[in-house]
């Protein structure tokens, strides 16, 4: 079996594939059943955020993995598998293990270092477990990845390159102005009471806004989280819950607002919006001059697709000719982070455009994507992941009255807000385009070492634990053969006493631990080096070991892995 990732984030997809695609707890829960009910998958996990879902499996094919991954991204998130497959990528076996624990450091995050990642992670691995659909190899991953990410906290300043995502949002509404002395005295109206809308609550407490009011749909949520806030020890700030339905009313007396409900539509509408700065100003609210960037109008960059190869194991011949990925022939052997930056060169490449039919895809139609999916993951081991085009800068426009943050995905605050005069909309989108020219910080290159040594030692404990069910049945079948000699010995030796019979029995087992120890020893050694995973078949093909008692060693493990499960 071999781990695989299929996904889509912010660094692949825009925003607007991205909401569509989001996935609820029910569609998250049904999706991992799906996956693990599919023939060529063994373990299924679903880390879904606000910006990135992927679908990790344990699968016995690597195309066929890729082929059902895709698929039932398809089908669960909404978007066709011909729109959806230009934005994914795949990663598989080390690579796949290198890019969770990316994830887990704040590499891969919209906002570099931020620590939410992690408690996301933890809640991606329990939803696994109470399924049932996490084992061993998806058990070890992701716990393995939570330690990871602690540990680039703890022996880093990774949080000195990044933040939360509520903090990032927050200075980039103060427009590169102190957050504190933007925040001190303002009113907040916090939509939602869910883990981001607290943490957003508790930021702007300790920013020194005079007063928050939370609003959710479940009023006794509200209220607690209400009832937090006027009792910490760290802030004085005045909070208050009122129901849902009294958000327009305290939009208009807010001077920020902050959402992130689950609410599939919208919360806030344009012109609810546009009413509550009426309110404010008692003047009509008319929509300012905005330049749109040109990939929010509409227009899509394709990606490059794979092109034939000769060493390439898959059947290409389907394939359309044309298509092409910019020198990727040429990084066989490359290590992850030189990889990272060639699909980036690669994504800034030309490409030859897919013609794009009409209507929804046949069967040809769909395999041909996945097969030229699959086909670049085969020799790159990613799809390359693209950028969107520098946001073209706006036109003056007044100063702000009402300040909208927008965490949600999907928005709950309508896009064309961006327009209205007097208001400064920051939302996942806006997000995206100014983290991507954040600068790194050096503890970075620390972190991405770290992730990197981690990644060998775990590929090295991953292939010496797949010899050790083989090594554990050739003990026992030692153990069977000393039995079998000395109650064959018995039977010759009727008269042989308890003591001799023992110092025999201990004897017969020295020589036998002996014989096995230095070869049991050095088989995991070498089955723990890259390559190392013939070993396993060597052994039980010299001791002529039953596949069946290996197996059910193995199974054993599992049972035994599954009731000492849980998140580290």
């Known amino acids: 079996m071999s781990l695989l990732v299929v996904g889509l984030s912010h660094r692949s997809a825009p925003v607007s594939v991205l909401e569509r695609a989001s996935l609820n707890a029910d569609a998250q829960l049904k999706l991992l059943q799906d996956t693990v009910a599919a023939e060529p998958v063994a373990e299924a996990a679903v880390l879904a955020t606000c910006n990135r879902i992927e679908l990790y499996a344990d699968v016995d094919k690597f195309h066929a993995g890729v082929a059902e991954l895709s698929t039932l991204l398809a089908q669960h998130s909404g978007v066709g598998l011909e729109e959806l497959t230009p934005h994914l990528y795949v990663h598989y076996e080390d690579r796949a293990v290198h890019h969770l624990f990316s994830v887990a450091c704040g590499l891969d995050s919209m906002v570099v270092g931020e620590g939410q990642i992690l408690g996301q992670i933890k809640d991606s691995l329990a939803r696994a477990q109470d399924l049932h659909t996490a084992g061993r190899l998806l058990n070890d991953l992701f716990q393995q990845a939570l330690r990871v990410g602690k540990r680039a906290h703890s022996e880093t300043g990774i949080d000195r390159a990044g933040q939360s995502l509520v903090t990032f949002g927050l200075e980039q509404l103060s427009a590169g102005a102190d957050v504190q002395g933007w925040a001190r005295g303002k009113k907040a109206l916090v939509i939602g009471a869910g883990s981001m809308s607290s943490l957003a609550a508790a930021t702007l407490a300790r920013s020194g806004v ?40 305290e939009l208009t007396r807010a001077d920020v ?64 000719s044309g298509f092409s990925v910019l020198g990727e022939a040429a990084v066989a052997g490359m290590d992850a982070a030189t990889l990272e930056q060639h699909g980036a060169w690669a994504a800034g490449g030309t490409a030859v455009d897919r013609p794009r039919e009409t209507g929804r895809p046949g069967p040809e139609a769909e395999a041909e994507l996945i097969g030229a999916l699959a086909a670049t993951a085969t020799r790159v081991g990613r799809i390359p992941e693209r950028r969107r085009p520098e946001p073209v800068a706006e036109a003056p426009r007044p100063a702000p009255v009402l300040f909208l943050l927008d965490l949600a995905m999907p928005r709950d605050v309508d896009a064309a807000a961006h327009r209205l005069a007097g208001v400064r909309l920051v939302d996942i989108e806006s997000l995206a385009d100014a983290s991507a020219d954040a600068p790194m ?50 039977g010759r030796l009727p008269g042989l006493d308890d003591k001799h019979r023992a110092e025999i029995t201990q004897t017969v087992k020295r020589v036998v631990d002996k014989l096995l120890h230095a070869p049991t020893v050095r088989v995991k050694q070498l089955a723990a080096e890259p390559g190392g995973a013939g070993y396993a078949d060597a052994l039980r093909t010299l001791f002529d070991l039953d596949q069946e ?19 580290a």
Not at 219 to 245: H, K, S, W, Y
Not at 454 to 462: D, I, L, M, P
């Open 257 to 320: 607002a902050v959402s992130c409900t689950g609410a599939t539509g919208l919360v806030l509408t344009a012109d609810a919006v546009a009413a509550a700065v009426q309110g404010r100003t008692g003047a009509p609210v008319e929509a300012a001059a905005v330049a749109v960037p040109e990939d929010r109008r509409g227009a899509e960059t394709p990606l490059p697709v794979a092109g034939g190869d000769e060493n390439c194991p898959l059947d290409l011949s389907s394939v359309p």
């Open 210 to 249: 005079a007063e928050i009011v939370v609003a959710n749909r479940t009023f006794e949520r509200a209220e607690r989280l209400a009832r937090i806030l006027t009792e910490g020890d760290d802030t004085d700030v005045l909070a208050r819950a009122v129901p849902m339905d009294a958000v327009p009313v």
């Open 441 to 490: 910080a050096a503890d970075v290159d620390m972190v991405r070492r770290i992730v990197a040594d981690e990644v060998a030692a775990f590929g090295a404990a991953q292939r010496a634990a797949r010899i050790t069910p083989t090594v554990v049945a050739l003990r026992s079948m030692a153990a069977e053969v000393v039995a079998g000699e000395i109650a064959r010995l018995e």
């Open 549 to 567: 008692t290996v197996a059910s060693v193995s199974r054993a493990e599992n049972s035994t892995t599954e009731k000492n499960r849980g998140p």
